[in-house]
C-alpha cells in the first residue's frame, strides 16, 4: 500500500474535478486528483448536449444560475488557452406556436435577472431567415447570443493534462473506498493501492458525490440519475440548423432540442427519466421514440435514416434542492462539496472551480501563487483541418500523417500516437476516440478499431488481446485465430 501526502484531494476527473484541479494548480500546493476509471471524462463528461448556455434558464439566486453566466463568459478564453474547440453559436429557444410567446418573456426577464447580456425576442421572419429548416409554423423566438458549442470531454482532458503539466499527479484507476477523519476533520484517501494524507478533500464526484459525502457523515442530499437519450445524424447534416434549437423548457428540463455539435453533427436529444440506477446508459425504444417525436415537431425534414448512433447520458440530480451542492460539509469544514452539478455544470465549469478555491481559501488553505505556472497546452496536431498545403508539411515531417487510420473522420497514425504520449496516460479504445475522433464517424468504428488496436499495442507494449475498449474487463480481442507462417513452423517445432 502506496502512502502519499498532499495538501488537496480531488476526488473525480470529470470536468468539474479537472477545472478545480488546473485551478489549484496555479498555487503553491500539492493537489492529487483521483478518478475511479482508467481515463479521465468517463462520467456524466462524456455524455451530454455540450452546449455552453447563455443562462436565462436556471431560477435566480441559485448556484445554477449565478455560476452559469460566469461560466460562459470565460468559456472562450480557457478553449483559447486548453486547444479545445469551442464555437460562440448562439442558441435559441423557439415558440411554435402563439400561445408559448409569453414563455419566451417569462424566459428574457429571468435572463435579465440573471444578468445575461444581449437577449432579445426576434419574429418569424428573421427566425426563418436565420434557421431555413425549422418547422414553418414557428412564430418567434428567444435569441441568445452567447451561447455556444464546446466539445465537453476534450475540456476535461484538456485541463488534466494543463494541471498535470503545472504538477497536479493524476492517479487513475483509482476507486475511493474510503475517507478518515479525525476530530471532526477528514485526513485522509483511500483507494485499493493507496493511502494519502491531505489536509482538505473536493468531492467532484458526479453521480456519486452522494456516497462519497455519506463518507464524511453528511446524508443531507441524495443524487438521483436522470436519463437523457440522444440521437447523432452523420456531418453532411450538420447545415441544418446553425445553432441549438430548443423548445419552450418544461419543469424538470430545457425540452428535446436539435443542435449542431462542435465537430459538425446533427443532435436531437434529450429526454428526460429519472431512475435509481447510477450505470444504466442504455438507451430505450421508448425513449428514442419520445426524442423523435418533439424533434421532428422542431424540425419536419430530420434526416431520420441518417443517424449514426445513439446515446444516452445520466444527470447527477441533487434532491431535494435540484442545485449544485457547493461548499463545506456541515461539520467537517475541510471537507468541500462540489456535487450534483447537472446542467448547467458544463457550462458553470470555470466559475464552479474558482468557487471551490475560494471555499478551500475560507477553509484556511493558504494559496500563493507559482510564478511558474502556464495556462497553455498544447492540444493533438491534427490533420484533417488543415489545407493541401499543410498537410504536406505534416507529412513531410512525420510520414505516419500520411496514413489515414480512420477514414469516417480521417484520422491518421500521428494523431493517434500522439493520444497515446500525453501527459495523463490514455490507455484504452474509447480514450483515442475521445482524444482524437477515431471512430466517431459514419461507420462508427467498424474499420478503424482493428488498426487503432495494432497502434496501440505497438506504443504501449501490450499484445492485442490486453488492449480493452474502456478498461476492466471490455476486452476487445480474445485470442488468435491464425498465426504467420514462422509462427507456424515454430508450433511444428515444438
Ligand atoms: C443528458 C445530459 C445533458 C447535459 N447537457 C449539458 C449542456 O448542454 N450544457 C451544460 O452546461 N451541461 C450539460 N449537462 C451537465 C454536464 O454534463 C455535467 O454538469 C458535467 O459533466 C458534470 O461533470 P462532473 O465532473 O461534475 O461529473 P462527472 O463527469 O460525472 O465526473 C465525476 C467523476 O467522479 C468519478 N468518481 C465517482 N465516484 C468515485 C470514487 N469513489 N472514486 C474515484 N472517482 C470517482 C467518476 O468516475 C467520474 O469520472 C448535461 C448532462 C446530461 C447528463
Not at 512525420?398 to 495523463?424: D, F, K, M, S
Amino acid at each position: 500500500m502506496e502512502k502519499l501526502k498532499g495538501d488537496v484531494v480531488v476526488i473525480g476527473a470529470g470536468v468539474t474535478g479537472t477545472a478545480v484541479a488546473r485551478e489549484l494548480a496555479r498555487y503553491q500546493v500539492k493537489v492529487f486528483l483521483v478518478e475511479k476509471y482508467p481515463d479521465v471524462a468517463c462520467g456524466c463528461t462524456k455524455a451530454n448536449t455540450a452546449i455552453v448556455h447563455a443562462g436565462y434558464d436556471a431560477t435566480p439566486g441559485t448556484w445554477k444560475a449565478k455560476l452559469n453566466v460566469r461560466g460562459a463568459a470565460v468559456y472562450p478564453q480557457i478553449c483559447r488557452e486548453l486547444e479545445v474547440k469551442f464555437k460562440p453559436t448562439g442558441s435559441l429557444v423557439v415558440a411554435l406556436a402563439e400561445d408559448q410567446v409569453p414563455h419566451l418573456y417569462e424566459l428574457l426577464n429571468r435572463g435579465y435577472v440573471n444578468g445575461v447580456p444581449d437577449l432579445k425576442i426576434i419574429g418569424r421572419e428573421q427566425l426563418l431567415a436565420q434557421e431555413p429548416y425549422l418547422n414553418p409554423k414557428a412564430v418567434a423566438a428567444l435569441w441568445a447570443p452567447t451561447a455556444g458549442l464546446v466539445d465537453p470531454w476534450g475540456l476535461a482532458i484538456a485541463q488534466a493534462e494543463n494541471a498535470a503539466e503545472n504538477g497536479v499527479e493524476v492517479l487513475l484507476g483509482a476507486l475511493v473506498e474510503g475517507l478518515e477523519l479525525k476530530d471532526g476533520l477528514v485526513t485522509a484517501v483511500r483507494t485499493p493501492d493507496a493511502v494519502i494524507q491531505t489536509r482538505y478533500v473536493v468531492n467532484a464526484a458526479g453521480r456519486y458525490s452522494d456516497e462519497i459525502a455519506r463518507m464524511v457523515g453528511q446524508d443531507d442530499f441524495r443524487i438521483v440519475p436522470r436519463k437523457g437519450e440522444y440521437y447523432v445524424f452523420d456531418k453532411r447534416f450538420g447545415y441544418m440548423a446553425a445553432c441549438p434549437l430548443f423548445p419552450v423548457p418544461t419543469a424538470i428540463s430545457k425540452g428535446i432540442l436539435v443542435s449542431p455539435s462542435v465537430d459538425g453533427n446533427l443532435l436531437i436529444g434529450p429526454n428526460a427519466q429519472d431512475q435509481e440506477e447510477k450505470e444504466d446508459l442504455d438507451t430505450t425504444s421508448v425513449g428514442l421514440a419520445e426524442v423523435l417525436d418533439e424533434a421532428l415537431d422542431m424540425m419536419p425534414d430530420l434526416p431520420v435514416r441518417d443517424a449514426i448512433t445513439n446515446f444516452a447520458g445520466l444527470r447527477a440530480v441533487a434532491r431535494p434542492s435540484n442545485d449544485f451542492v457547493l461548499g463545506p460539509a456541515p461539520g467537517v469544514p475541510n471537507f468541500i462539496n462540489a456535487a450534483g452539478i447537472q446542467s448547467p455544470g458544463l457550462t458553470s465549469t470555470p466559475a464552479l472551480a474558482e468557487m471551490v478555491r475560494d471555499f478551500l481559501q475560507l477553509a484556511g488553505l493558504e494559496l500563493k501563487g507559482k510564478s511558474k505556472f502556464n495556462p497553455y497546452r498544447q492540444g493533438i496536431v491534427t490533420f484533417c483541418d488543415k489545407s493541401r498545403e499543410q498537410q504536406a508539411e505534416l507529412i513531410e515531417h512525420n510520414p505516419r500523417y500520411g496514413r489515414i487510420v480512420c477514414r469516417c473522420e480521417t484520422v491518421t497514425e500521428a494523431e493517434i500516437v500522439q493520444a497515446l504520449n500525453r501527459p495523463v496516460p490514455c490507455t484504452t479504445v474509447d480514450g483515442v476516440k475521445r482524444r482524437t475522433h477515431a471512430g466517431m464517424g459514419r461507420c462508427q468504428a467498424g474499420f478503424c478499431t482493428p488498426r487503432v488496436v495494432e497502434i496501440m499495442a505497438r506504443e504501449l507494449g501490450l499484445t492485442w488481446d490486453e488492449i480493452t475498449k474502456k478498461g476492466g474487463a471490455s476486452r476487445l480481442l480474445l485470442g488468435q485465430t491464425k498465426c504467420s507462417a514462422a509462427e507456424k513452423g515454430a508450433e511444428k517445432d515444438a
